[in-house]
């Protein structure tokens, strides 16, 4: 540790407020945000038996809670979805949403959500739209887009990477709104 006068109790009480609310500001649940300080500070507490010294605690201790809340969002989106049918016609996207017998306030997250949904994709351009809908929506693979259009994988795989980007940054948060 760079401040040899601070234990690693003193620092965990100087920063633990200040922490809190940064984990806080980005992670909506209370209890997630609470798991992610612990592990940040369990890290911590292993960091400094390392003979390598933590030179700013309080950066370091960001630092450590930022990765810890991109791991938390990078493992919900790895939870298990269901197979793609090819026999579905388009069923896939209807059974990832709320559904319409769900009551009134299932039937207004759907609403919202296709409303959001087909204003994100008209916004992209037109080939970034087509692959992501190819590809997400109809189940088409990249080798099959590519010998159909013509167009290189790797420029398939850029304009759909620009389309997902997009299409997060536009419905989340609506997302985070209806909390689905």
């Not at 234990?7 to 922490?19: N, P, Q």
């Not at 919900?76 to 197979?83: A, D, G, T, V």
């Not at 959001?116 to 994709?121: G, I």
Request: glycine share 6%.
């Amino acid at each position: 540790m760079t401040e040899p006068a601070e234990g690693i109790t003193d620092i965990v009480a100087r920063e633990r407020k200040r922490l809190f609310g940064f984990i806080r500001r980005r992670v909506a649940d209370p209890g997630d945000a609470e798991d992610i300080l612990q592990d940040v500070f369990h890290e911590f507490v292993r960091a400094c038996s390392l003979p390598e010294p933590i030179e700013q605690a309080g950066a370091w201790l960001v630092r450590v809670a930022q990765n810890r809340i991109v791991d938390r969002f990078r493992k919900r989106r790895e939870e298990q979805l269901p197979e793609f049918d090819e026999d579905d016609d388009g069923i896939y996207l209807d059974q990832q949403l709320p559904s319409p017998d769900g009551g009134p306030e299932a039937a207004y997250a759907r609403s919202m959500l296709l409303a959001a949904l087909s204003a994100a994709l008209d916004e992209l351009p037109a080939n970034e739209r087509d692959v992501f809908i190819a590809h997400e929506l109809e189940g088409t693979s990249f080798n099959e887009l590519s010998a159909s259009g013509g167009v290189n994988v790797n420029t398939l795989l850029g304009w759909k990477r620009r389309a997902v980007l997009h299409l997060r940054a536009r419905l989340q948060p609506l997302y985070d709104e209806l909390d689905w």
